[in-house]
Structures are given as structure tokens and as C-alpha cells.
């Protein structure tokens, strides 16, 4: 079964410095990996994927990721903070357990900028 | 212009009512799915649906019924039977069976009275 866990419930960066989202995942599979954005009370946004090609995938307002198979890791990076960057971050496996993709979120990290 | 629209944007009913929340999507997608949101316990999956006349249940779906009779629609009707209904619900799609990513509705904050 796949699992996905988000290290830290709440993150706070002053403005201008990088940001560390952590995840972990679980999977018996290759795994598909995303992060996602939310916004308040807004709909989520896809940040960026990996799906099996480069372990380092770079996706939207300057954000990265890096795919860790040994660690089964795929944090989110990004190297200056933006206040428009506070927002709720999600990640999320899908992997074909069960015989169809249907993925997994985690319980999500906020993120805090502070001027 | 390509999306997912929900609606309404806000939604109050009294208990012992049931709702139906609107889900459509003109992304020519596959599949659509039913997700609630509630603080600090990120997405649980309500119900989806792969294909037309066709759907599974999720990890929560007591309490919620769908229906999918269109390639772009997917209504979700929260009844009487679900204990706690108040909470953010999100509609998504995708393009089929082999994952690729989720395309996001703007959700529906329903209150229950």
C-alpha cells in the first residue's frame, strides 16, 4: 500500500530565504510523485511531478523537488520565499497498487512567510 | 477556456437535508473525483469515477452518493445519513486510468445549520 507523510505540519521562513517542505513516501511500486498548492479556500494547484524521468524536477514560481529512491524522499525546495508562497503545500503518490492509480495525499505543510 | 467549475461556492443546509454539489468539467478528462477537506487532515477521497456509468468508493464515502451519466459531470449529493457533513469539498479530474495529474475545481464550503 501507499503511504505519504509530511514531516512537518506547519514551516516558517522570513522572506528572501529558502524553503524545505519535507515528504516521505511509501510504495510498492514505482511511484508517480506531485506537489500541489493551495491557496485559502481555493481549489489545488499542481507545482510539479515526477514521474520515472529526472530525479530532479523543477516546477512553478521556482520550486523544485528531488526524487530520493534510497530515502524515499521527494522534498520541496525552493531558494528564496516569495510572500506570495504562503499557502498550504500537499504531496502526493500514486502508484498502481490495486491495479489503478489512484493517489494518496498527504495531510499538508503550511507554509508561513514572514516579511 | 478549459477547467473544472463547482458550484456553488458556498452552501448552507439545515440537518436532515440532502445537497447535491455541482461538478463539471469540459477537459475532455476520463476521470473525476470527490474529495473533503478538513483541517488539518488534508484530502480523503469521497468516491471517483474512471469512466461513464461507472464509479468506486473512496475511503469516506458513507454518508455521500454519486451519480455519473456524463463524461463532464460528476454531482456529489451529501444526504442525511453523513454524521458531519460540514467541511471544504474538491472536484478534480484527470486524464484516465494511468495517473497523470489532477486538475482542481475552486471547492464548495458547505455548512451544515
Known amino acids: 500500500a501507499q503511504s505519504v507523510t509530511q514531516l512537518d505540519s506547519h514551516v516558517s521562513v522570513s522572506e528572501g530565504t529558502p524553503v524545505l517542505l519535507r515528504c516521505n513516501y511509501s510504495?510498492?511500486?514505482?511511484?508517480?510523485l506531485f506537489w500541489y498548492v493551495q491557496h485559502p479556500n481555493k481549489g489545488l494547484q499542481l507545482l510539479l511531478k515526477?514521474?520515472?524521468?529526472?530525479?530532479l524536477v523543477k516546477g512553478i514560481n521556482g520550486f523544485e523537488a528531488e526524487f530520493k529512491k534510497s530515502e524515499t524522499s521527494f522534498h520541496l525546495t525552493k531558494p528564496s520565499a516569495h510572500m506570495s508562497d504562503a499557502a498550504e503545500y500537499f504531496c502526493?503518490?500514486?502508484?498502481?497498487?490495486?491495479?489503478?492509480?489512484?493517489?494518496?495525499f498527504g495531510r499538508g505543510t503550511s507554509l508561513i512567510v514572514h516579511p | 477556456d478549459g477547467g473544472i467549475t463547482q458550484s456553488p461556492k458556498y452552501l448552507f443546509r439545515k440537518e436532515g437535508q440532502n445537497v447535491t454539489l455541482s461538478c463539471e468539467q469540459n477537459?475532455?478528462?476520463?476521470?473525476m473525483y470527490w474529495y473533503r477537506q478538513d483541517p488539518g487532515q488534508g484530502l480523503r477521497l469521497i468516491y471517483y469515477?474512471?469512466?461513464?456509468?461507472?464509479?468506486q468508493k473512496g475511503d469516506i464515502a458513507e454518508g455521500y452518493s454519486v451519480s455519473r451519466e456524463k463524461k463532464e459531470s460528476f454531482p456529489l449529493t451529501v444526504t442525511s445519513a453523513q454524521k458531519n457533513p460540514t467541511a471544504f469539498y474538491l472536484c478534480?479530474?484527470?486524464?484516465?486510468?494511468?495517473?497523470?495529474?489532477?486538475?482542481f475545481g475552486p471547492g464548495t464550503r458547505l455548512t451544515v445549520l
Open positions: 515526477y514521474t520515472s524521468a529526472a530525479t
Open positions: 477537459l475532455n478528462h476520463d476521470a
Open positions: 469515477s474512471q469512466i461513464v456509468n461507472d464509479f
Open positions: 510504495s510498492s511500486y514505482s511511484p508517480s
Open positions: 478534480a479530474s484527470s486524464m484516465g486510468q494511468n495517473y497523470n495529474e489532477q486538475f
Open positions: 502526493v503518490v500514486s502508484d498502481l497498487a490495486g491495479g489503478s492509480y489512484i493517489p494518496t
